[in-house]
């Protein structure tokens, strides 16, 4: 299990010209199975994306694809981490 930290190195105008490409890429790795959730940090300053991925290569390969990535928008910090408790039994098939 992985959890990308995005931060933002441009000002919020310049992050909104990619803000649609960035939800697709999004929808993309979700309908993939790749991502579990995301979301805005408060105060808008980047965003979170929890994914799964069976290594730190496949993390690299798909943050490479995301449109803030390639166009310098924000940068990564990639926190590995092996979840072992949950709210309930249901959460856990999704982290297995």
């Known amino acids: ?3 990308a930290i995005l931060t933002y190195k441009k000002t919020l105008s310049e992050v909104d010209k990619y803000l649609s490409a960035h939800r697709e890429y999004l929808a993309k790795h979700y309908a993939n199975g790749d991502f579990i959730a995301s979301g805005p940090q408060t105060p808008r300053i980047g965003g ?4 799964k ?4 290569e496949a993390v ?3 943050i ?6 390639i166009n310098g928008i924000a940068d990564y910090r990639i926190v ?3 979840p072992t ?3 309930n039994d249901s ?3 999704i982290f297995a």
Not at 48 to 51: F, H, R
Not at 53 to 56: F, G, K, L, Q, V
């Open 80 to 82: 590995a981490f092996t």
């Open 64 to 69: 490479a694809e995301d449109p803030f990535h």
């Open 48 to 51: 979170v994306i929890m994914m």
């Open 53 to 56: 991925a069976d290594n730190s």
């Open 85 to 87: 408790m949950f709210a």
């Open 1 to 3: 299990m992985f959890i």
């Open 91 to 93: 959460l856990k098939s």
């Open 60 to 62: 690299d390969a798909i």
